[in-house]
């Protein structure tokens, strides 16, 4: 069973964005898994779903409620049912417990299959924004892809401590930058401009097992790629850079109608209609009628029109769906970060990689959310929900571990075949001089890994010296306690 869950997390990750509809689809047979999963022994799953499938149950059943008030709940349904769908998935991914390689192989082909797509639509189709099947247009295909790569980024940790690190590290590097690259690709600003800040959550994530000098090797690499990114022509930032800053100064000029503009007259269009209802709000009928009467009454830009959502998840939320399915969003945006706060400071790499993209998941979600509603698009709410559930059903499904109290600044990762350590002290029992020293300098400093395995491997000459040492202390006093047995027993002849 756990192999063929398995085949599911990695056809989540590797196709969801290459095949129409495919988060949808790759939900339902994982949540299918149930049927499988049913009379089969495993661990006790209780505790480890209650918390999310509630959030996410309460999420989607608020969203149904405040749409029956507006006679609405069937295409709400539409929207919300993978939020649903949460508590069965959860449960089979805890009961299968799936090899996290899975996910980590799933998301490198999901990521390098859509830069590589990407590619093809420039290059062959001359596409000026890159995008993927319907309904994945630009802003969505574009922000999604990135957050693919960002995972591959955040799963590099995990590489290293595997057998082959060279291979994993190496597919899930190439991850990161292809995800990167289709989000150039396809013009999707919102995206640039949450970038910082989601970079910045890898830093806190990683930053404590590098050397200083590795510091400065990664900060300068991501300033060249940026550089880069920018200069380049046909990457099309500059174009998008230069667009963006010309329709800002022709709407501090007096223009409405400019499309980037256009979203503060969304904006201030819907905290209008939020004023009238702020509860219950309006339903989707209710928001497109209102939003009319104010442009026929001349209080918004008649360019609104061409707009069919608020382009922000909370207040297009909070405007269709009122003050609770607003703080049902905000629940689900909450509810990983809270889950997963300990997690970055792991000392388990695959724990401390998992819990780094269980944080970029709402942050990255709420901050595309800052100028695009990706909430009223199933796909949305689908790609939202099935990530959630396979990073935490996986997060879950890895052994707790005493060693997960938060490290000291400069803990260097563990190395292939090394358990983390259960504390910050240095071994004293059994270990070298040199050892200790190397293992408090790594806890402080950051030592390289070669270090840490130079140290490793004189450890394991030091003991096997000194268990030769003692056969040979326990063979030579054997021999001197024969050697006076025989001497009493001449002087008593």
Excluded at 138 to 159: D, P, T
Aim: a positive charge; aromatic letters at 10%.
């Amino acid at each position: 069973m756990s192999i063929l869950v398995g085949w599911g997390v990695l056809a989540s990750g590797g196709f969801a964005l290459l095949l129409p509809g495919g988060f949808q689809v790759f939900l339902w047979v994982l949540g299918a898994g149930v049927i499988g999963c049913l009379g089969r022994p495993g661990p006790d799953v209780i505790p480890a779903v209650l918390l999310p499938s509630l959030v996410m149950s309460l999420f989607g059943g608020t969203w149904l409620a405040v749409a029956a008030w507006h006679a609405e709940p069937l295409a709400t349904w539409g929207l919300v049912w993978p939020a649903l769908l949460a508590a069965p998935v959860l449960w089979v991914l805890h009961r299968a417990r799936p090899d996290p390689a899975w996910f980590w192989a799933g998301l490198t082909l999901g990521a390098s299959g859509t830069g590589g797509w990407s590619l093809l639509q420039v290059v062959v189709q001359d596409a000026g924004r890159v995008a993927g099947h319907d309904p994945l247009h630009a802003i969505l295909f574009g922000n999604l892809a990135l957050m693919q790569g960002l995972f591959c980024l955040a799963g590099i940790a995990w590489g290293w401590r595997q057998p082959r690190r060279v291979v994993w590290c190496g597919v899930l590097a190439m991850g990161a930058l292809l995800g990167c690259l289709t989000s150039l690709l396809s013009g999707t600003r919102g995206g640039w401009v949450v970038l910082p800040g989601l970079l910045a959550i890898c830093w806190m994530a990683y930053a404590g097992w590098l050397t200083p000098r590795r510091r400065v090797q990664v900060v300068a690499a991501a300033v060249l790629l940026i550089v880069a990114a920018v200069a380049i022509p046909q990457t099309g930032v500059q174009s998008r850079l230069v667009l963006g800053m010309e329709h800002a100064d022709r709407y501090l000029s007096g223009e409405r109608s400019v499309a980037t503009s256009a979203r503060l007259e969304l904006w201030r269009g819907a905290l209008m209609l939020i004023g009238d209802r702020p509860l219950l709000g309006w339903g989707d009928a209710g928001y497109s009628q209102g939003m009319a009467e104010l442009a026929e009454a001349d209080k918004l830009d008649s360019a609104t029109g061409h707009y069919w959502h608020a382009h922000s998840d909370l207040l297009d939320a909070w405007v269709r769906r009122g003050t609770l399915g607003m703080l049902a969003l905000l629940a689900i945006y909450l509810l990983p970060i809270y889950l997963f706060r300990t997690g970055l400071r792991a000392r388990d790499p695959g724990k401390r990689a998992l819990a780094t993209c269980g944080i970029l998941l709402p942050v990255g979600f709420a901050g595309f959310g800052l100028s695009y509603t990706f909430m009223v698009y199933p796909v949305g709410v689908a790609a939202y929900t099935g990530w959630f559930c396979l990073i935490w059903g996986l997060y879950r499904a890895l052994p707790d571990n005493p060693g997960d109290s938060p490290p000291t600044h400069g803990d260097s990762p563990p190395t292939r075949g090394q358990s983390p350590s259960p504390g910050d002290s240095p071994p004293t029992t059994g270990d070298s001089p040199l050892v200790e020293l190397m293992a408090i300098a790594g806890r402080r400093g950051g030592l390289p890994v070669r270090q840490i395995l130079l140290a490793q491997g004189e450890q394991d000459a030091f003991l096997e010296k000194r268990q030769r040492r003692g056969v040979d202390i326990a063979l030579g006093g054997e021999q001197r306690k024969r050697s006076s047995v025989t001497d009493l027993a001449h002087q008593g002849q």
